[in-house]
């Protein structure tokens, strides 16, 4: 079933995420909005996929689809292999809860929970003992670095520093998937750039992403940007030759 | 890109040789603007005529020459460094042209051909964002270059997404639609040059 896509970093050929001909329609004639047009998509193990588009392209219905917030009109999702159409409601909530990051625009930390407490989360809404939430939630945190700042609330953090506890909890446990729509919010350039980068280096342990940006200098720090219009993939980038070609390579004047 | 500024820049911080110079230089902006050493030596003859820096070499071009710089090329470092550069003139653009041409050649899809550039420009965002990622994580002159770089190329994708939306709705109204005449005389009027 492995689709006929470029890209990843070279992990073994698993698709984490696939989508199959997907459709997507709201409301009904003559309102009806085609959200999703026949969507082949698939992502890997280890893949970091940018989604493009202009606003009202579908972007954020294929990130909710992806997650299996909401059902396609017709069409299949696969995560992980297994088919979301047929698996009941509470396996989807336990494949949400333990499979899948998700990081928001906002980051949606809860304030009055501490930095670990908020990276635990997931894991002790899924039933994990406290104490070894706790332990996975710090290890989270170290990864992003900033598990110095474990026992402070939200508001005590900078902005950088709320969206790393928040990809800290995106990623908590043992996730596969990670979606993400505009993960770096109303962040300057720099900071969101670190961002992107936190998110690359998640792949490159072995999670697949998936990111929904209108911004063409965040989507270049994936693997693979595919182009969405009017519900529809438009195109996507080909594998590009290493950066080594862009050095000593130009004149001045 | 000022050869002669960027040495003189060099030069400021002390007395250099040519060969010096030219690998100051090549660092200094992330190796991304290879520099001929004989560029590097013309430069610095026209500086000295100029009286912007003087050698204390005896009297024959080569390595065994060193360089320093004068008052007047302190001064002139000085000045170049405030004055803005010349973007009152909009640059004979190349993938404008195409675009333009894209839109009134019959048969021609010019919302295909603004996706091939959008593509395109992508895939070589993705290149210098894996040297930033890589290389210029520990090299600030890099990391500004790349950046300075992404911004241009953002901002030509920008112009494509406008351009293509501006083309749609162009079709949608061809009543109003005017791509046929208006774009070449309105550049000539601008004075488009380099």
Avoid at chain 1, 139 to 147: I, N, Q, Y
Avoid at chain 1, 238 to 247: F, I
């Amino acid at each position: 079933m492995s689709g006929p896509e470029q890209g990843g970093n070279g992990h073994s050929a698993v698709n984490v995420l696939e989508l199959r001909d997907v459709s997507k329609t709201y409301g009904r004639e003559p309102d009806k909005v085609r959200a999703l047009v026949g969507v082949d998509l698939s992502v890997r193990a280890g893949e970091m996929l940018a989604v493009m588009g202009p606003s009202g392209s579908g972007k954020s219905t294929l990130l909710t689809i992806a997650g299996s917030l909401e059902d396609p009109t017709s069409g299949e999702v696969r995560v992980c292999g297994m088919a979301l159409a047929e698996m009941p409601e509470d396996r989807k909530a336990r494949l949400r809860r333990r499979v899948i990051g998700y990081v928001f625009q906002d980051f949606n930390l809860l304030p009055g929970l501490t930095a670990a407490e908020n990276a635990a989360l997931p894991l002790e809404l899924d039933g994990v003992a406290v104490p070894k939430a706790r332990a996975a939630g710090l290890a989270a945190l170290e990864a992003l670095g900033v598990a110095g700042r474990a026992s402070r609330f939200p508001d005590q953090l900078s902005g950088g520093e709320r969206q790393r506890v928040a990809i800290a909890r995106a990623v908590v446990g043992d996730r596969r998937l990670l979606l993400a729509d505009e993960p770096s919010g109303a962040l300057d350039s720099v900071n969101a750039a670190d961002v992107m980068r936190l998110l690359h280096e998640a792949c490159q342990r072995g999670v697949a992403a998936v990111v929904v940006t209108h911004d063409a200098q965040l989507a270049a720090w994936a693997d693979r940007v595919v182009l969405l219009r009017d519900g529809r993939l438009t195109g996507q980038t080909a594998r590009p030759p290493g950066p080594e070609s862009l050095l000593m390579r130009r004149e001045v004047r | 890109m000022s050869v002669p500024h960027a040495l003189l820049a060099l030069l400021s911080e002390g007395p250099k040789y040519g060969l010096q110079l030219r690998e100051e230089f090549e660092a200094g902006t992330g190796e991304v603007w290879p520099l001929n050493v004989g560029q590097v030596y013309k430069t610095l003859g026209r500086l000295e005529r100029d009286g912007l820096a003087e050698s204390d070499g005896n009297g024959q071009d080569g390595p065994q020459k060193r360089y320093r710089i004068t008052a007047a090329g302190r001064e002139a470092l000085a000045v170049w460094l405030r004055t803005p550069p010349d973007l009152t003139s909009p640059p004979r653009d190349e993938l404008v042209m195409k675009v333009l041409v894209a839109a009134r050649v019959p048969g021609t899809d010019a919302h295909e051909v603004i996706q091939a550039h959008r593509l395109y420009l992508l895939e070589l965002m993705q290149q210098w964002t894996r040297l930033k990622e890589g290389e210029a994580r520990d090299d600030l002159s890099l990391a500004l270059v790349v950046d300075a770089e992404l911004f241009r190329l953002d901002a030509v994708i920008r112009w494509l997404d406008a351009a293509d939306v501006r083309l749609t709705r162009a079709a949608a109204e061809p009543l109003r639609s005017s791509t046929a005449a208006a774009p070449v005389p309105q550049l000539r009027r601008l004075g488009a040059r380099r």
